[in-house]
């Protein structure tokens, strides 16, 4: 959709640069002239609508579907298919004709589907814009559509609420949000109205502010709104998507350069063919239509075909293992990526908060025991809002859920102790004092439970927990540990407990939280998935380099990837500031060395996968946020995640995680290096074929024998031999060891490690033996010489494709029945090629003659020299390795 030219607001150019969390509440207001106490006026607020357009994410114009699918058949080996499939209908072929088209259509189809994946991805992010919200004009609440609301509007947030606009915090009450989706952060981030002092700040720690799209998980708050629409921060990641360039994949890289070489050499050969036969004397009609037949044989249109089969393929298998192949080409480009730059929340960690350590009596703990203080156990299960919804699953704060399973794991399930020790009252957490108390009664009279940050805690104790009875407390050395733990990227927090005679007057906070007695740390985190390290683990071990790019604390985000081995102790961690003040040139002389890069915002995200690009490297990016959604557009394999994902990541990315498991993605790896070897193999086997075709052609002249095909004989031989035994390489098991073999290089040619020797020698032995049939059948006055050499031709290319199943591996190891689509498609080759031999109404289509049967194990002998020779290829390349 179009945004229509709106009237310029006098204020609207000053307001995209201003710098909103470092102003107070006041300063705001009177910048958008708008009274806090009653809001803007109705004709104001339309004025403003008319000025600054709806609050909406708005869509590019893009090409109509008509030019879409037209677009789709300008690339060069499209062309070159459809000049040949006219060429074929041309001479009679129709059976050509119509398999080239076919080809052709569904390379449209496919292509064409795939130009409307930017839209869908801007269309999910306007799906994020809450419909209607809560808003103070003219000194009233009203209900307001989200679309309607302008800079100025004073919105109303309660737990439960997207924040519609971006919004400077008037006043909040204990309200929290969720910004995981746009800033990585894995725990809601406790909203305050006080005013920042860095200029540079994140948004992650923009706290006097909320943004479009996110969250309000807890309390309330008012906001007031300085960004709508393409103005804020979800608009400007909208902008970024919709200025995405599709990135081609190495397998269309290399074989658009192939296609086009190909053609050119093909039409050159034929050409000399073409004059070398008029000036032998040969009929002219007769060697046009050889040399059209040649050229149409000798270029592999089943090439396409092979590849969307093999890649529809492997996306079938990965579905069966959760994961969804958005875009066909994605499977394959994961054989290639060199680098995965991976979003740490909900990706990497489990994106739930778990107490991993406990400093208690002066040790540190790692995990709960059931010998920790009773009182310590009490105060995780108590001192808690955290509760058991019907299916009996905790719910509540990610950090209450964290201590109350905790209490759980040690045999503390709060739901049973507060039978027991009810709660009489308490002192709720915020955000000034960072403490949270709760008082209960139990046999013994009344207890309070104190938790809260070290800093704010520990000046309440007197004293310290030991088994012993209570020891005095050396502050200090309690806070030097909190740091310690801090550095590692722990959340820290303090507990402390004491004992009441009798029962405090109601709100009195400062009877319940003095003379503590402090029972211990506890350090949270959003644990590493289980799996995660492994797959880290295999990544490396096939060349892969992980790379964490987080929105979360640098100390956080180096303690997972220390974890997860993606990163080591002497590793750097690259913020977010620190990108922002270096250079391209210094970023990029660096950006193949850092592995963590914390407090990032989308645009930087964008520039490190770039920048990785830059250098040559194939980038896989995955996430789940709408903040990874322009990184997912632009890499080349963009990944997002299904279950926790938002819709923006999974429409802008390639592939989604069903299951979101970091580990699918290695699967996705080693079925795409797969696919990369089977479609290698059947170039190699076509071309072989058909460079042998092109050598029989060429070479029988120089040697004085005639002809030694007809136009139908090199058709037949291209219809059955790339065909169905083409197409069953697709299926081929994958290859010993292909995990632990590093990528192929990006620019490496797909003709590579040997590849070009092998067509052109397999080539030419397989037209020596063809030639050599035609020359003993011809020396001895055999009429049917020129059908020796179409079935030598033709069952040579039969051993051949048997052979290069594997690089290495023997077929006789392998056995003739691990690939039975392949084995079948030789033996219905082998059965046709008889029928045309054999069968009397045949003979006069193709211009054979039946053998006879000692003529026929002639032919069978010499075809088998092509598979023995292959074979022996294989065994010297063992011995070399």
């Not at 990369?676 to 120089?702: H, M, Q, V």
Request: glycine share 8%.
């Amino acid at each position: 959709m179009q945004a229509t030219k709106k009237q310029e607001h006098p204020e609207k150019s000053k307001r995209f640069e201003t710098p909103w969390h470092l102003l107070e509440p006041w300063q705001a207001a009177a910048w958008l002239k708008v009274d806090p106490e009653k809001g803007l006026d109705h004709e104001e607020s339309q004025r403003r609508l008319d000025a600054f357009g709806p609050n909406m994410i708005m869509e590019q114009r893009r090409r109509g579907p008509m030019r879409m699918f037209i677009g789709q058949f300008t690339d060069f080996m499209i062309i070159v298919l459809i000049l040949a499939g006219i060429v074929s209908g041309l001479i009679g072929e129709s059976s050509d004709t119509i398999a080239i088209a076919v080809i052709v259509v569904l390379n449209g189809v496919i292509g064409f589907i795939q130009e409307f994946r930017a839209e869908r991805a801007v269309a999910a992010l306007k799906r994020l814009a809450s419909p209607t919200a809560q808003v103070l004009r003219g000194g009233s609440i009203q209900t307001v559509a989200a679309r309607d609301l302008v800079p100025g509007d004073l919105v109303l947030l309660e737990a439960g609420n997207v924040v519609p606009a971006d919004l400077k915090l008037l006043d909040v009450a204990r309200l929290k949000v969720e910004e995981a989706a746009l800033t990585g952060e894995s725990l809601p981030v406790e909203k305050s109205r006080a005013v920042l002092r860095e200029l540079e700040s994140p948004l992650g720690d923009r706290r006097n502010m909320a943004y479009k799209g996110t969250i309000a998980t807890y309390g309330r708050g008012l906001g007031m709104i300085v960004a709508t629409g393409m103005e804020t921060e979800l608009g400007k990641i909208a902008r970024l998507l919709s200025q995405d360039k599709e990135s081609k994949t190495p397998l269309q890289q290399r074989l658009a350069v192939f296609g086009k070489r190909l053609a050119l050499l093909v039409l050159t050969i034929c050409a000399i063919i073409f004059a070398v036969g008029l000036l032998r004397g040969e009929p002219p009609v007769l060697m046009f239509l050889t040399a059209v037949s040649l050229a149409v044989a000798a270029i592999p249109e089943a090439l396409p075909a092979v590849s969307t089969v093999s890649l529809a393929l492997g996306a079938r298998r990965m579905v069966q293992k959760n994961a969804l192949i958005r875009r066909l080409p994605a499977v394959e480009t994961l054989g290639s990526v060199t680098f995965i730059c991976s979003d740490k929340t909900g990706t990497l960690t489990q994106n739930r908060m778990q107490a991993e350590a406990f400093y208690v009596e002066e040790s540190m703990r790692e995990g709960i025991a059931q010998d920790f203080p009773p009182p310590l156990l009490h105060a995780l299960a108590l001192n808690n809002d955290a509760r058991r919804d019907e299916q009996g699953i905790v719910v509540g704060d990610p950090t209450e859920t964290a201590l109350y399973e905790a209490a759980v794991r040690a045999g503390y399930d709060g739901a049973e102790l507060v039978k027991t020790m009810p709660r009489l009252d308490e002192v709720p957490f915020d955000s000034e004092r960072k403490l949270m108390s709760t008082l209960h009664q139990d046999d013994s009279g009344f207890v309070v439970y104190t938790k809260g940050a070290p800093e704010n805690l520990l000046p309440l104790c007197v004293e310290q927990w030991h088994a012993s009875g209570p020891q005095p407390l050396a502050v200090e050395n309690v806070m030097a540990t909190a740091e310690q733990m801090a550095a590692q990227g722990l959340r820290v927090l303090a507990l402390a407990w004491k004992r009441l005679a009798e029962r405090p007057s109601p709100q009195s906070g400062d009877a319940l939280e003095s003379g503590l007695c402090f029972l211990g740390l506890v350090g949270l985190m959003d644990p590493p998935r289980p799996e995660a390290k492994q797959a880290v683990d295999l990544c490396r071990s096939a060349g892969i380099v992980p790379v964490m790019i987080t929105g979360d604390h640098p100390a956080t985000a180096k303690a997972i990837a220390l974890r997860l081995g993606i990163a080591d102790e002497d590793s750097e961690v690259l913020t977010g500031q620190d990108l922002a003040n270096m250079s391209l040139e210094e970023f990029e002389q660096r950006v193949n060395s850092v592995r963590v890069y914390a407090r990032v915002a989308p645009e930087q995200k964008i520039k490190i996968v770039q920048a990785l690009q830059d250098k040559g490297e194939f980038v896989a990016m995955t996430g789940d946020g709408v903040n990874d959604a322009p990184a997912l557009g632009i890499a080349n394999i963009g990944v997002s995640m299904g279950k926790i994902g938002t819709d923006v990541a999974r429409e802008a990315s390639h592939m989604v995680l069903l299951d979101d498991n970091f580990a699918t993605i290695v699967t996705a790896v080693r079925e795409g290096r797969r696919i990369f070897d089977n479609i290698r193999k059947f170039i190699k086997y076509a071309l072989t074929g058909n460079s042998a075709e092109i050598w029989t052609l060429f070479l029988a002249p120089f040697i004085g024998l005639p002809i030694p095909l007809l136009p139908i004989h090199i058709l037949w031989i291209n219809l059955v031999t790339d065909g169905l035994p083409g197409l069953a390489l697709a299926v081929e098991p994958e290859e010993r060891g292909i995990m632990q073999r590093p990528p192929r290089p990006p620019q490496q040619s797909i003709f590579a490690e040997g590849m070009w020797q092998h067509i052109l020698w397999v080539g030419l032995l397989m037209a020596g033996v063809s030639l050599f049939a035609q020359g003993w059948a011809y020396v001895n006055d055999s009429p049917r010489w020129q059908s020796m050499v179409f079935t030598v031709l033709t069952l040579s290319q039969m051993g051949h494709v048997l052979a290069i199943r594997s690089d290495r591996v023997s077929l006789f190891r392998q056995g003739l029945f691990s690939n039975l689509p392949l084995f079948g498609a030789v033996m219905l080759t082998f059965g046709l090629q008889m029928a045309v031999l054999y069968v009397p109404a045949l003979q006069p289509i193709f211009k054979t003659q039946a053998l006879s049967l000692n003529e026929l194990m002639f032919c069978l002998g010499l075809s088998s020299v092509v598979f023995v020779t292959v074979e022996i290829e294989k065994w010297v390349r063992r011995r070399r390795t």
